[in-house]
């Protein structure tokens, strides 16, 4: 058990487990002495938030000795890409903020944060294992490149989720109406004001999230291996 923790994904794991348990805490402390069953999707939202990293994490395991052409990890992709949006969408929830009794309004605003926050940092790490594994396979702007094109489909998901009521599971249960949905949305823009303002906030949003990401991990990683190569040399010169 103690070898396992060593490894940094695992620690990882360990520290966003320790993360949903005190989310939960939170909720069942707001269940039962506070308001009653109330504001359930924040644990559904936060499960279904999980779904993507799972799926990357599989994905990485499977490239380990598949090529990305392979079905499995070409299915997995796939799934990914449909379950990513999941993660961000629950930053919708603060809309409903609103409606939470006024007695306990900061209680609810700091409960609805944790569970956002820790959706989230699930998305953001999916996407970084997907785009450690690309960056294996293609250079650096062209794997940038990539990860910013699924940022703006993210963005384009949760604007469907949140004007449109789509969410991961109807795209595949009634692929039909998603299709009509998006065709109409393509054909007819201006019909829909808001979908450019929505869809540019939230990538700004998510894309800056994940930026700092990315560098904070690339920084860590840079800082061990220098770390590891000094050890190596002091031991060769004592």
């Excluded at 058990?1 to 520290?15: C, D, I, N």
């Excluded at 940092?121 to 094109?149: C, F, N, P, Q």
């Excluded at 994940?210 to 991990?217: A, F, P, T």
Aim: aromatic content about 14%.
């Amino acid at each position: 058990m103690a070898r396992w923790l060593k490894r940094p994904w695992a620690q990882l794991a360990l520290v966003l487990a320790i993360a949903g348990l005190g989310n939960l805490l939170l909720y069942l402390y707001f269940v039962f002495f506070l308001h009653g069953p109330r504001n359930l999707f924040l644990v559904f939202n936060l499960v279904l938030a999980t779904i993507p990293l799972l799926l990357a994490w599989r994905l990485t395991v499977s490239l380990g000795h598949k090529r990305w052409s392979a079905w499995e990890p070409l299915l997995l992709t796939l799934l990914w890409l449909v379950f990513l949006p999941g993660s961000f969408f629950a930053v919708v929830d603060f809309t409903l903020l609103a409606a939470q009794p006024s007695s306990s309004l900061l209680f609810a605003a700091v409960l609805f944060s944790g569970f956002i926050f820790e959706s989230m940092l699930l998305g953001l790490a999916s996407i970084y294992l997907v785009h450690v594994e690309l960056k294996k396979r293609v250079k650096a702007h062209t794997a940038a490149a990539l990860v910013t094109i699924i940022l703006i489909g993210v963005s384009y998901a949760v604007y469907l989720g949140h004007d449109m009521n789509w969410n991961s599971w109807d795209i595949m249960l009634n692929p039909g109406g998603f299709i009509f949905d998006i065709s109409n949305l393509l054909s007819k823009p201006h019909t829909y004001p808001t979908m450019v303002r929505t869809m540019a906030s939230t990538f700004l949003y998510i894309g800056a999230a994940y930026l700092i990401v990315w560098r904070s991990c690339r920084l860590i990683w840079h800082r061990g291996v220098n770390d590891l190569a000094a050890h190596i040399k002091r031991a060769r010169h004592s």
